[in-house]
């Protein structure tokens, strides 16, 4: 057996379990598409100092195209040096896992020797498998790290997963979380109900990361029928693409939503958040264009603040959609409250080193 989260630092586990901003950690590159180390390295620092909980590399949003340019093991060395050296508190450390079974044990224990607590496991790879064969493969991965279930959404290369394949999952010793991403509320719920099923709901922590439905995935109770009794549960955190910008609004909005959680009624304002967050992301991952511009998106955004040179990506035909600049611009101009431009401005030449 590999790592587990018995052997995790203190403060990690709390802070998963008590439900944290994770970003998803993107790519930072040169005009010339090579690895840029000093603006991945600022990300980091922005993200720390931000006050995010973890931080989610290798993962969709840092592209996946990192394995054949042979950037997986510098990419998730940085980002763990970077936080590490920077941080005062315990970080959650996330890497991206993909791939069929042997590449998906192989990036395990790549994470795992570099000093990664969790990984994040992507079934893309595995479609057309069976049931039976999905869980023998996360079973084989969580044999040698903690394990985070990801819901990928279709649209971007996930698979359907049915809430008997939840169920199976949530059972394996080795889960910690379940990633909930299928930007579809009724899969969003055969996980819950999986999990419950499962008798896994204090043992697997739910984040969110339906970026089209963020604040109500935070907001909501979710009440499942077991065995003649309702268990009622609730995604603490999440671990999400759209985090990967704004990230200081985030960190205070997460913290709104766990006190208003545990409040008798929620304030109609922060209900009104989720509209809001919804049409920004929808402007940011581009949905007009069927999710093209998603990754772009998210660069684009980082690149006006600065942190970022450009929107490069490593497939140069992955860029910004028709139209899709323009509606980040009018995202930034009908909600000045949710971006965090002037905390930027203050402390980038800090990060920038």
């Given at each position: 057996?590999?790592?587990?989260?018995?052997?995790?630092?203190?403060?990690?586990?709390?802070?998963?379990?008590?439900?944290?901003?994770?970003?998803?950690?993107?790519?930072?590159?040169?005009?010339?598409?090579?690895?840029?180390?000093?603006?991945?390295?600022?990300?980091?620092?922005?993200?720390?100092?931000?006050?995010?909980?973890?931080?989610?590399?290798?993962?969709?949003?840092?592209?996946?195209?990192?394995?054949?340019?042979?950037?997986?093991?510098?990419?998730?060395?940085?980002?763990?040096?970077?936080?590490?050296?920077?941080?005062?508190?315990?970080?959650?450390?996330?890497?991206?896992?993909?791939?069929?079974?042997?590449?998906?044990?192989?990036?395990?224990?790549?994470?795992?020797?570099?000093?990664?607590?969790?990984?994040?496991?992507?079934?893309?790879?595995?479609?057309?498998?069976?049931?039976?064969?999905?869980?023998?493969?996360?079973?084989?991965?969580?044999?040698?790290?903690?394990?985070?279930?990801?819901?990928?959404?279709?649209?971007?290369?996930?698979?359907?997963?049915?809430?008997?394949?939840?169920?199976?999952?949530?059972?394996?010793?080795?889960?910690?979380?379940?990633?909930?991403?299928?930007?579809?509320?009724?899969?969003?719920?055969?996980?819950?109900?999986?999990?419950?099923?499962?008798?896994?709901?204090?043992?697997v922590t739910l984040y969110t990361g339906n970026d089209d439905h963020i604040v109500l995935d935070l907001l909501a109770p979710f009440?499942?029928?077991?065995?003649?009794?309702?268990?009622?549960?609730?995604?603490?955190?999440?671990?999400?693409?759209?985090?990967?910008?704004?990230?200081?609004?985030?960190?205070?909005?997460?913290?709104?939503?766990?006190?208003?959680?545990?409040?008798?009624?929620?304030?109609?304002?922060?209900?009104?958040?989720?509209?809001?967050?919804?049409?920004?992301n929808s402007a940011i991952f581009d949905v007009a264009n069927n999710f093209h511009g998603v990754i772009a998106g998210c660069h684009?955004?980082?690149?006006?603040?600065?942190?970022?040179?450009?929107?490069?990506?490593?497939?140069?035909?992955?860029?910004?959609?028709?139209?899709?600049?323009?509606?980040?611009?009018?995202?930034?101009?009908?909600?000045?409250?949710?971006?965090?431009?002037?905390?930027?401005?203050?402390?980038?030449?800090?990060?920038?080193?």
């Amino acid at each position: 057996m590999g790592s587990r989260i018995d052997d995790w630092p203190a403060g990690v586990c709390q802070a998963l379990r008590a439900g944290s901003v994770i970003p998803a950690h993107p790519l930072a590159l040169t005009a010339d598409r090579s690895f840029d180390v000093r603006r991945q390295a600022a990300l980091t620092r922005y993200y720390v100092d931000a006050g995010a909980g973890g931080l989610a590399v290798g993962v969709h949003t840092t592209q996946f195209a990192i394995r054949d340019a042979g950037l997986y093991r510098p990419v998730l060395e940085l980002a763990q040096r970077t936080a590490s050296e920077w941080s005062n508190k315990p970080l959650v450390m996330i890497a991206g896992l993909a791939g069929r079974t042997e590449q998906a044990v192989r990036e395990a224990d790549i994470a795992a020797g570099i000093g990664y607590h969790a990984g994040l496991l992507s079934l893309a790879a595995m479609k057309g498998a069976s049931e039976d064969d999905l869980i023998a493969h996360c079973e084989r991965v969580a044999q040698r790290i903690p394990v985070i279930g990801f819901y990928l959404q279709p649209a971007v290369g996930g698979i359907v997963l049915p809430a008997s394949f939840w169920k199976r999952f949530a059972a394996i010793e080795n889960v910690v979380a379940i990633k909930m991403a299928p930007f579809n509320r009724y899969r969003t719920l055969d996980v819950i109900r999986g999990v419950v099923e499962a008798k896994a709901e204090d043992r697997v922590t739910l984040y969110t990361g339906n970026d089209d439905h963020i604040v109500l995935d935070l907001l909501a109770p979710f009440p499942v029928v077991r065995g003649g009794e309702t268990v009622t549960v609730r995604i603490k955190g999440g671990l999400l693409g759209h985090w990967s910008v704004w990230v200081k609004r985030a960190v205070e909005l997460l913290a709104r939503i766990h006190v208003a959680a545990s409040a008798p009624e929620v304030p109609a304002e922060l209900l009104a958040l989720d509209a809001q967050v919804t049409d920004c992301n929808s402007a940011i991952f581009d949905v007009a264009n069927n999710f093209h511009g998603v990754i772009a998106g998210c660069h684009e955004v980082l690149r006006r603040q600065g942190l970022l040179e450009g929107i490069w990506c490593l497939d140069p035909d992955e860029t910004l959609g028709p139209g899709q600049s323009a509606e980040i611009d009018r995202v930034y101009a009908a909600y000045p409250h949710l971006n965090d431009d002037a905390f930027v401005r203050a402390n980038l030449d800090r990060w920038l080193l």
